[in-house]
């Protein structure tokens, strides 16, 4: 898949410097806790200084790792509390909120993990929910479509990558501009929110049209109308002429004028 933009995700607090470092360093987006009452939590004053930075956020919810298991009381709690927190923050509504199965989750539990998030998505209106997981995971929720995107994390995935996953957690626990994040790679849409990263334009190359040459489409409709006088059979590609549409409009006419007359004589 490609690569459109790079990000990290942390549980530290992202300062204005380390922001902009960051963004200095090629860096998009920052994924950031949205866990109300935890030391890893972000805070408005945070995100403000994370958009101004020019970086999007990547907000996630998660309170033990492998919460996702206790099923839709679970998720139906963490719902109310993920969407009190980011309203107090300023998330935009139409953003996606990521709930994490932090732990290597077996199929087993995938029912309650799909009750946990349609429970969740439930308490947030106005926002699209996300799931932060393993492939395993990823794949279970998207033919599930219990999330809306989905962000895949290098743990317990067993060097598989899904190709529904919009972001990859590709890298885990690395140092950074002085704190210790994880890498990510995101390939489409992510549901994120704050300032979108400029990503640059595809040059558009015009191949130039060889004029001389009759298209595929068009051969055998082109060498019955030269065949039959209508045109002269050369410059099959260029641009017709009002000059040269009245003198095949001509030549028209008089083959019709022809064929009535010959359909004349015959009657008579």
């Known amino acids: 898949m490609q690569i459109k933009a790079k990000?990290?995700?942390c549980s530290t607090r992202v300062t204005a410097a380390a922001a902009?470092?960051?963004k200095a360093d090629g860096v998009s987006f920052i994924g950031r806790y949205v866990t109300p009452n935890s030391w890893k939590s972000m805070c408005k004053e945070e995100a403000d200084t994370?958009?101004?930075a020019g970086l999007q956020i990547l907000p996630v919810f998660e309170r033990t790792a492998d919460r996702t298991k206790g099923g839709a009381a679970n998720g139906a709690e963490d719902g109310r509390r993920a969407y009190a927190h980011v309203?107090?923050?300023?998330q935009p509504i139409g953003t996606a909120i990521y709930f994490a199965v932090d732990y290597d989750a077996p199929a087993s539990q995938h029912?309650?993990?799909?009750?946990y998030l349609r429970a969740a998505a439930k308490e947030i209106p106005g926002y699209k929910i996300g799931v932060y997981g393993s492939f395993s995971v990823i794949e279970a929720m998207a033919i599930r479509g219990a999330a809306a995107y989905f962000w895949q994390t290098l743990a317990w995935s067993r060097g598989l990558l899904s190709a529904k996953a919009n972001i990859f957690q590709k890298q885990i626990d690395v140092m950074a501009n002085g704190i210790k994040v994880d890498w990510n790679d995101q390939y489409s849409d992510a549901g994120l929110w704050g300032a979108a990263p400029q990503l640059p334009a595809k040059e558009?190359?015009?191949v130039p049209r060889d004029i001389t040459k009759v298209s595929e489409w068009a051969v055998k409709d082109w060498e019955e109308m030269t065949k039959n006088g209508y045109v002269d059979g050369t410059r099959p590609g260029a641009t017709v002429t009002r000059e040269?549409?009245?003198v095949i409009i001509n030549r028209l006419r008089?083959?019709?004028l022809l064929l009535i007359s010959e359909h004349n004589k015959i009657c008579d």
Not at 87 to 90: L, P, Q, Y
Not at 111 to 115: G, L, Y
């Open 204 to 206: 558009e190359v015009k």
């Open 254 to 256: 008089k083959n019709l």
């Open 87 to 90: 309203r107090s923050i300023g």
């Open 20 to 22: 902009k470092k960051f």
């Open 244 to 246: 040269e549409v009245c």
């Open 7 to 9: 990000g990290i995700d």
């Open 50 to 52: 994370i958009i101004a």
């Open 111 to 115: 029912d309650n993990i799909e009750a």
